[in-house]
C-alpha cells in the first residue's frame, strides 16, 4: 500500500476571504427585504454554525417573521456564493502564496475548498499542484465535519494526517470531530467565538501560519 500524503485543507472563504463579513452583509441586505434588521447578536444566536433553513427558521419564529425559511436560504447560499466567487481572486495575495508555497516544500499537499467558482479561484492561484475543491455546504460561517471528511476523502488524504485551516470556531470543532487537527484563523466578527481544541489561531494565512501547520503535521 502506497504512503498516504500528509495534507491541509484550507476553508478558502472563511479563512483567506473575510468571508464572515461577507456573510454578514450579504444576509442583512436580504433580510431587510423581509422586514429583519440583522445584527451581531441576532447572527450568533440564531445563524452562527446553523444550516441556512434551519437557522433562518429559528430566526424567523424569534421576530415573527412569515417569510418561508427554504427560499430565503436558497436565496442567502446563491448571493454569498456570489459573493466568494467574485472577491476570491483578489484574497489570493503574495501572503496567502507564500503559505502554499512553504508546505509544498516540505511534501504537504495542499487542498483549498471553497463555495464559490472553483474553477476561478484554481486560475487566480495558478499552481497545478494545489488541488481547488468545490465545497457545497450550507451551513451559516463554516461547515460541518462531514464536509471536512469528503475534502480528504476525494483528494487522496486521510483526517488523521491532515490538517484543517478554519475561519471560525464553529470550523474548529466539526474539524476535530472529523478527525482532523485544526489551525483557527479569527477576526472581529468571529472573535466571540469558542476556537477551543485548536493547535493554534492565527489571523492571517502567511508563511507564519504555514510553519504552525508544519509543526501540527510534525513535518520538519
Known sequence: MAKMSKGVVVEFDFAVLNGSEILFETASSI????????????????????????????????????????AVARELNAAFNAAVAAKAAAAVTPAFKNFIKALQDKGVKVVVATRGDAAALAEAIADPQVVVHAETSSTYGSCKW????????????????????????????????????????????????????ADDVVDTVDKNAADIVLKMLKVS
Open 31 to 70: 433580510l431587510k427585504g423581509y422586514g429583519i434588521t440583522l445584527d451581531a447578536r441576532l447572527e450568533a444566536l440564531h445563524l452562527a454554525g446553523g444550516n441556512y433553513q434551519g437557522a433562518l427558521a429559528e430566526l424567523f419564529g424569534k421576530v415573527d417573521c412569515e417569510a418561508e425559511p427554504a
Open 146 to 197: 462531514d464536509a471536512w471528511k469528503r475534502a480528504c476523502r476525494l483528494n487522496g488524504l486521510h483526517e488523521m494526517l491532515t490538517a484543517a485551516v478554519t475561519g471560525s470556531g464553529f470550523g474548529v470543532r466539526a474539524a476535530l470531530v472529523a478527525g482532523m487537527s485544526a489551525l483557527g484563523v479569527s477576526n472581529k466578527r468571529v472573535e466571540w467565538q469558542d476556537f477551543g481544541g
